[in-house]
């Protein structure tokens, strides 16, 4: 039966961020089963929170067919500003974590506006802006180290009720409503919409330059709170901060599920087990002590394989909405 | 009235030709040498030329990528890790203190040498491994995009973060040094008056400039890049001619690796890491569509000579250096939007004839 | 006296020279049906697009019940209530039926931006069943048959309260239960009031759904009116009614017995199936059938394009197992796509460029890797394009996109003939071309096949084929019905063939 057959198909492409964690699961409750006791996965948990939660970013960007390749550069710009107004003015740490984020908007605004208004191709713009970015925010730190006081680095190791770590709590958060606006209202869907075919959706009556601009400022705000977040473990900001994370960022979504090509992806749970995986593999791969030059070899197999499965999934459905005529059988 | 129109269409005409990116460079160097004047002196040429030589190499191979309709950001990655192979073939000592942990240490290198370490083929060897494995690279590139169709930007993107990862690892990020002077001859010599460098990538342009303009290969890749449904039902092979374009582009990718490797005399892990926005850079602006399709070798070379002059004469300026890089990102944004809007034009005129 | 719902006046509109509509005038009343009918290039898709509001009409007005009516772009002809169910279905294939339903504006908790699912969701299954379609609103569409995505664009014009539903060759990919299902839910329309333009080639549909008829021809309406007036027979005399002038060559029909290409029980399961013919030295044969009946899909299964499951192909008695484009040529296949500027042209190449790229490698010593001969190259374009007689300015420098339908249509065709091909196949060579572009090319076709190229012919225009062809096979719904030799041709009996709905 054909249609069947198009149904598991299309179950399997869908739902490989799960079908991956599961097999995940089981080998590793045979392998090391010590891996999966509860502080353990807490703490792979919190350890992917600040990835996750700019992964959750790049995701509203991805899912209008779009990419941001300046997430890096924007967390760095946005912590630096921040860690200097706590250093010179004096601000409390929510007021530092506020401009942190304003900054972040302000960052993906621009982004937004070259792709929405000027048209240029958002991986032009986001790489031209990786480096102006970080450019900017070298200017503003003069290459030295901001560090962050205590009532910020509190938060990174601090627990909230004294149960869950405060950056498990905030990547929830954002992933609950990041999940709200996607699922639950009109913008979202209408993301989903022009991430799927921007003319159809123009078409449709839909603003697409809103879902677009939508998109990036949200990015930028994400990708601010995610550094935000990663300062508050670390205590400090140097030169190479957030250097290289939007790769890890693009290979959570695109693990989780989200497509390349727009369209397609969930942010619960596929992001969510995106950003787990990558850390688990991570700290798999230093418990197991292989040499850590090798990491991001893995990694980048990990995300070929990902990108490979996306590019499969997105192959198979073209063929199949090519038009039919029906013949008398 | 009509001469008033004439004189309007002059400058049209200017900003439209292929020469506008030649002109604005040359009048950016005019404007910076009046504040600047030891712009123009000897030895900043020769300094600012010897940048040109290798960047070229690079942007002519990218602009194959780009001509049919993908782009390759594993070029720099390609250039680390040829370099730490090439050098792993000829270099005449290893410092036991930095490579003894190293997993190839005894087996291709030791503290004698490199694999053919002395051996007059040495560098003919180390040569042809880097060239080799960046066109290899480069095969990998294009059989991912044709074949599995995945998208030129994520499969470039991985390669770049996958090589230069191996590139490290291969070294634990110990630069190669103690490289044979034939090879570093080849970077930084020179056959008479001309640079060595010189004659290998006008050489490389040359070749470039008889395939794209006068072969059939060459009018295959425009094809592609231009429409590669019409190329599909002219009988051209179209996965073959987008491999062979990131193959090329690979090996340019190994002849800027060997004339850098020469020059900074080493084999270095780290090799071409901030190049990639020059690269990018220069060959948007020089008019090189993103789009695919169009380019030049000439446009290549002016895209080359003003990201150049820029870069020389930013450094020359008493600003820090994370504002060149502010600047760069900012010149290339412009350029973008420049492509962006005359794709836009192109693309309207279509529409307007003749919609039967 | 029901009010006028959409009255179009005057309405005229040309491409590059080319008068698509002359001065149409119709009127649309409320509560009706209005079927349009013509043949391909009669300009229905034209005044369609000037409705949608995807092309600006030259001449003429437009008044939607009682309103003046210029639509900027389609969201406009959205907003004015206009809903088009066309082929190309706009639906967005990664989201659920609800969703696609809803996409514009969500129904929402009071004062929140939150989508109130369930409301969505009951009023998705009432708007569901409306149409007869039973399924969970929160299917994806992606897996929906072409037959129910229809149903859920008639939903979601029904969603929007339109005033008017166009429905564009609605049946073309529907199965015969689907098609029933289709009429139903058009009756129910029609008790309900909707206002309805109905465009299909199956005449028997127009006349069973139809209030009244209207018939384009050429640009023209040439007769209009209630739907008793009209029968299949006069439908079809309206549509092709054209004094056949001495446009087509005369046409020595000497062909040789010698087979160029045969097909044999040619299968593609849903495409074509069982497809049988042969194609003679210096024969013009012609393949005639409307719209979805599979006449393009078969030629590009032929050269290469497109996979086929089961049958033979031969071309001068070799076999072909697996044809690719590259193979066909080398055997002197040759193949003008329908679609020039999509597949036929580089539209930013020039002339030169564009009428060289398939002899390339004939002008060079070794293939590929080899230079151009630029003289070469230079004189036999040159020639060419005198041959062809191809309006343009000097041809190294003038760009595709730069010259009008006819003479693009000739350099495509050019390119070809460059190759010297042994067997060209023509998918519909004349489409959105003048007058006189078109009797050159008719008149280059019949010199090359008697010269002894052989020559399939497809086209959508009836008495072209008859001018040109010395046979005319007809294909409906995948399969070849009938052939007619050249002294049975008969329109009205051709036509029957075609637009024979079923068996």
Request: hydrophobic content about 50%.
């Amino acid at each position: 039966m054909d249609g069947k057959r198009k149904k598991l198909t299309f179950a399997l492409l869908n739902n490989t961020p799960v079908l991956l964690f599961a097999f995940l699961f089981i080998v590793f409750g045979f392998v090391a089963p010590q891996s999966l006791r509860y502080q353990n996965i807490e703490n792979v948990f919190k350890q992917a929170s600040y990835v996750g939660i700019i992964a959750v970013g790049m995701t509203f960007v991805l899912l209008t067919g779009g990419i941001d390749l300046s997430v890096g550069s924007n967390m760095y710009v946005s912590a630096v500003v921040a860690g200097l107004a706590m250093q010179r003015y004096s601000i409390g740490p929510w007021p530092a974590l506020f401009l942190c984020l304003m900054v972040g908007a302000m960052f993906g605004a621009v982004n937004a506006f070259a792709v929405a208004k000027l048209k240029i191709i958002p991986f032009v713009v986001t790489l031209a802006m990786m480096v102006t970015g970080r450019g900017i925010g070298l200017m503003f730190s003069k290459s030295h180290a901001v560090s962050f006081p205590d009532s910020v680095t509190g938060l990174g190791s601090a627990d909230l009720f004294g149960l869950i770590p405060y950056p498990i709590v905030l990547f929830a958060m954002v992933v609950f409503c990041a999940w709200i606006l996607l699922e639950r209202t009109t913008l979202g869907r209408q993301i989903y919409a022009v991430g799927f075919n921007k003319e159809a959706a123009r078409k449709a009556g839909i603003n697409t330059d809103r879902a677009l601009i939508t998109a990036y400022i949200l990015c930028g705000v994400f990708a601010s709170l995610g550094g935000f977040i990663s300062v508050a473990q670390l205590g400090n900001v140097n030169a190479g901060f957030g250097k290289g994370d939007e790769f890890d960022a693009i290979a959570a979504a695109v693990l989780g599920g989200v497509s390349l090509f727009g369209g397609v992806g969930k942010v619960f749970p596929g992001v969510v087990l995106g950003a787990v995986f990558i850390q688990t593999v991570s700290n798999s791969l230093v418990s197991a002590r292989v040499d850590l030059y090798l990491h991001p070899l893995i990694a980048a197999g990990f995300i070929f394989f990902a990108v490979f499965i996306d590019s499969l999934r997105s192959t198979y459905l073209a063929k199949l909405s090519r038009r039919n005529i029906r013949v008398e059988e | 009235m009509k001469m008033y129109r004439i004189l309007l269409r002059w400058p049209e005409k200017v900003v439209l030709s292929d020469h506008f990116v030649l002109v604005l460079t040359a009048l950016y160097f005019l404007l910076i040498w009046a504040i600047y004047p030891h712009m123009a002196g000897h030895r900043n040429l020769a300094n600012l030329l010897s940048n040109v030589w290798p960047l070229l190499a690079l942007v002519i191979g990218q602009m194959f990528v780009l001509i049919v309709g993908g782009i390759d950001l594993s070029q720099t990655s390609i250039m680390a890790v040829t370099s730490v192979l090439g050098a792993m073939v000829m270099a005449m000592r290893f410092d036991p203190a930095k490579f003894q942990h190293n997993p190839l240490w005894g087996v291709i290198f030791s503290e004698q040498g490199g694999w053919l370490a002395g051996h007059s083929s040495a560098v003919p060897a180390a040569i042809f491994v880097m060239l080799a494995i960046g066109m290899g690279i480069g095969f990998l590139n294009g059989l991912a995009v044709a074949k599995l169709r995945m998208p030129p930007f994520m499969v470039t993107l991985v390669a770049m973060s996958f090589f230069s990862g191996l590139a490290i690892y291969l070294t634990r990020s110990e630069n190669i040094m103690h490289l044979p002077a034939s090879f570093i001859a080849i970077g930084k010599g020179a056959v008479g008056p001309i640079p060595s460098a010189l004659l290998i990538v006008v050489s490389l342009a040359a070749v470039a400039f008889v395939i794209l303009n006068r072969s059939v290969l060459g009018r295959w890749f425009y094809a592609v890049g231009q429409n590669i449904r019409t190329a599909s039902v002219s009988g051209i092979p179209t996965d073959r001619v987008v491999i062979l374009a990131y193959v090329f582009s690979g090996f340019c990718a190994g002849i800027g690796s060997i004339l850098y490797s020469a020059r900074l005399e080493a084999g270095r892990p780290t090799l071409g890491r901030n190049l990639l926005l020059d690269v990018i850079g220069a060959a948007v602006i020089g008019g090189i569509s993103l789009f695919g399709g169009k380019g030049k070798v000439l446009w290549a070379v002016y895209g080359v000579l003003f990201f150049v002059v820029l870069d020389n004469s930013l450094n020359k300026m008493p600003i820090e250096f994370y504002s060149i890089d502010i600047i760069k990102g900012c010149v290339i944004l412009m350029a973008a939007l420049l492509d962006a809007l005359r794709t836009r034009i192109a693309a309207n005129q279509v529409i307007a004839v003749g919609a039967a | 006296m029901a009010e006028c719902a959409l009255k179009i006046r005057d309405i005229s509109k040309s491409f590059f020279g080319i008068q698509a509509l002359r001065e149409v005038n119709l009127d649309v009343r409320e509560g009706q049906t209005l079927g349009l009918i013509g043949e391909n290039g009669a300009g229905k898709s034209t005044l369609m697009n000037i409705l949608g509001g995807v092309i600006a009409l030259d001449g003429g007005a437009i008044r939607l019940f009682g309103d003046k009516y210029y639509p900027a772009c389609p969201a406009d002809a959205t907003r004015a209530g206009i809903a088009f169910i066309h082929q190309e279905l706009n639906l967005f294939g990664n989201l659920s039926i609800a969703d696609n339903l809803f996409i514009d504006r969500f129904p929402q908790f009071r004062r929140s931006p939150l989508i109130d699912k369930r409301s969505t969701y009951n009023q998705a299954d009432v708007l569901l069943s409306s149409v007869d379609l039973r399924l969970p609103p929160q299917t994806p569409v992606e897996l929906l048959t072409p037959g129910e995505k229809q149903l859920v664009e008639i939903a979601k014009a029904m969603r929007r309260e339109s005033r008017i539903i166009i429905f564009d060759e609605p049946t073309t990919s529907l199965t015969a239960a689907e098609r029933s299902r289709l009429f139903a839910i058009i009756k129910k329309l029609q008790d309900q009031g909707q206002t309805i333009i109905y465009i299909s080639h199956t005449l028997e549909d127009v006349l069973r759904v139809s209030d009244t008829i209207a018939v384009l021809r050429d640009g023209c309406l040439v007769s209009a009116g209630p739907r008793d007036e009209y029968s299949v027979n006069k439908m079809i005399s309206d549509m092709v009614g054209r004094k056949i002038e001495q446009m087509y060559p005369t046409r020595d029909t000497c062909l040789e017995a010698k087979p160029l290409l045969e097909v044999q029980s040619l299968t593609q399961p849903g495409i074509v199936r069982d497809i049988t013919f042969q194609l003679h030295k210096k024969e013009v044969l012609g393949i005639f059938g409307l719209m979805g009946s599979g006449r393009s899909e078969l030629v590009r299964i032929i050269f290469g394009l497109d996979p086929f499951s089961a049958g033979k192909i031969r071309l001068n008695t070799v076999n072909i197992p697996k044809p690719s484009p590259a193979l066909n040529i080398r055997h002197a296949l040759a193949f003008v796509t329908e679609n020039r500027r999509e597949e036929g042209l580089l539209m930013e190449a020039s002339v030169m460029e564009n009428l060289n790229l398939l002899t390339l490698g004939k002008c060079s010593k070794l293939g590929p890797m080899g230079l151009i001969d630029r003289m070469k190259t230079t004189k036999c374009t040159q020639q060419m394009s005198k041959q062809l007689n191809i309006k343009s300015g000097p041809i190294q420098k003038h760009q595709a996109k730069n010259l009008s339908g006819g003479n693009q249509q000739k350099v495509v065709l050019g390119k070809w003939l460059l190759t010297d091909p042994v067997v060209l196949i023509l998918d519909e060579p004349t489409r959105g071309i003048d007058v006189g572009a078109k009797v050159e090319i008719y008149r280059i076709i019949n010199q090359l096949a008697e010269k002894g190229t052989g020559i399939l012919y497809i086209s959508s225009e009836l008495d072209e084929l008859m001018g040109m062809c010395d046979r005319i096979l007809v294909m409906s719904n995948g399969r070849l019905k009938a052939e007619f030799q050249r002294d049975d041709y008969d329109q009205e009996a051709i036509l029957q063939a075609a637009f024979s709905a079923s068996n």
